[in-house]
C-alpha cells in the first residue's frame, strides 16, 4: 500500500514539473524573442501603424485618458497657448483646441505629421528632431499636454532632458500635463489593450521594453513602450524644476457603454499634473 502511495505521488511531483519545466522553456523562449536588451524602436514611426492610430478618436480605455483632462486643464492652467508634445496625428491637438487654447503640435515623426495636416488644415503642427524642442521660443506657452508620449522615449537621461526643455518654454508658473500608461496597465488585459500575452510584461523594471497590443485598430503587432516607475518620474519632475499639483489615476464608473475589462478597478492611466517652479 505505502509502495502504490509513494509510486503515485512520485508520478504525481514528476508530471508537475515537466509542466513547470514546460512553462520556463516557453517564458525562455519568449524572452529571447521579446528581447529586453533589444534596442527600443518608436512605433509609430511605421507608416502603417501611424495610418492606424491616426484613426483613433476616444475610444474604449482611451476614453479615460481624456475624460477627466477638460476639468483638470480647467483647475491648474490659463487659458492662451498651448503646446501638444508629441502631438502624432494630432488627436490632442485637436483636443485642446477645442478647450480654446491656441495650440502647435509637435512631433519627430513625418508620416503622424502629414496625417495631422490631412484631419486639420489649418492646424499649426512642427517638425522637431527627436529630444530636442527645436525653434519654441522661450516663456512661451501657458500649457503643454503631453499625452502618451513618454511611454515611447527611451532612457531617464532623454525624458528628464525633455522636461528641461518644457521648463524653458513655459510661461513662469505654466502648468505641464503629462498623460501615461501606468505600470498596471502592462499587466492586465483592458478593453482597448492586451498585454498579458507578453510574460517579459510582468518582470520588467523601470526602463525595460514593454509592449502591448492595440485592439481598437487593424493593425495587430505589438508596440514597444518602456516602462518608467512613479518614482523615476518624480525624481524626473524635480531634477527639471516641476512640482507636483496632483496625481490622477482615472477609472471607470461601470455606467458607460463600454465593455470593460479590469477598468473600473485598476487605473491604466497616470495624469501628473505640473507646475513650473
Request: hydrophobic share 40%; net charge negative; proline share 4%.
Amino acid at each position: 500500500m505505502d509502495e502504490q502511495i509513494n509510486h503515485t505521488i512520485g508520478s504525481f511531483l514528476s508530471y508537475n514539473i515537466t509542466l513547470i519545466l514546460h512553462e520556463i522553456q516557453y517564458i525562455i523562449t519568449f524572452l529571447s524573442f521579446y528581447n529586453m536588451e533589444t534596442p527600443f524602436t518608436n512605433s509609430y514611426a511605421d507608416t502603417t501603424r501611424a495610418a492606424a492610430y491616426a484613426r483613433l478618436d476616444f475610444p474604449g480605455t482611451y476614453y479615460l485618458a481624456f475624460r477627466d483632462l477638460p476639468k483638470l486643464i480647467e483647475t491648474y492652467a490659463s487659458k492662451g497657448k498651448a503646446l501638444d508634445f508629441g502631438c502624432g496625428a494630432g488627436r490632442s491637438t485637436r483636443f485642446l483646441q477645442s478647450l480654446g487654447y491656441e495650440t502647435t503640435g509637435l512631433d519627430i515623426s513625418a508620416e503622424m505629421l502629414a496625417l495631422a495636416h490631412q484631419l486639420d488644415k489649418g492646424g499649426q503642427y512642427q517638425l522637431i528632431e527627436d529630444g530636442q524642442l527645436n525653434g519654441v521660443p522661450d516663456n512661451h506657452f501657458h500649457l503643454i499636454l503631453s499625452a502618451f508620449t513618454f511611454d515611447n522615449i527611451s532612457t531617464l537621461e532623454k525624458k528628464t532632458a525633455l522636461f528641461r526643455e518644457f521648463h524653458r518654454v513655459l510661461k513662469a508658473g505654466g502648468c505641464m500635463i503629462n498623460l501615461v500608461s501606468s505600470p498596471e496597465l502592462y499587466v492586465n488585459d483592458w478593453a482597448s489593450f492586451q498585454t498579458t500575452c507578453f510574460p517579459h510584461n510582468f518582470i520588467a523594471q523601470s526602463g525595460d521594453i514593454v509592449n502591448t497590443i492595440i485592439t481598437d485598430t487593424d493593425d495587430p503587432r505589438p508596440v514597444d513602450d518602456e516602462l518608467c516607475t512613479n518614482a523615476d518620474y518624480r525624481n524626473i519632475y524635480d531634477e527639471a524644476g516641476f512640482a507636483i499639483l496632483k496625481t490622477h489615476k482615472p477609472l471607470a464608473t461601470g455606467k458607460e457603454p463600454i465593455a470593460w475589462v479590469n477598468e473600473t478597478r485598476i487605473a491604466p492611466w497616470t495624469i501628473y499634473v505640473l507646475r513650473k517652479i
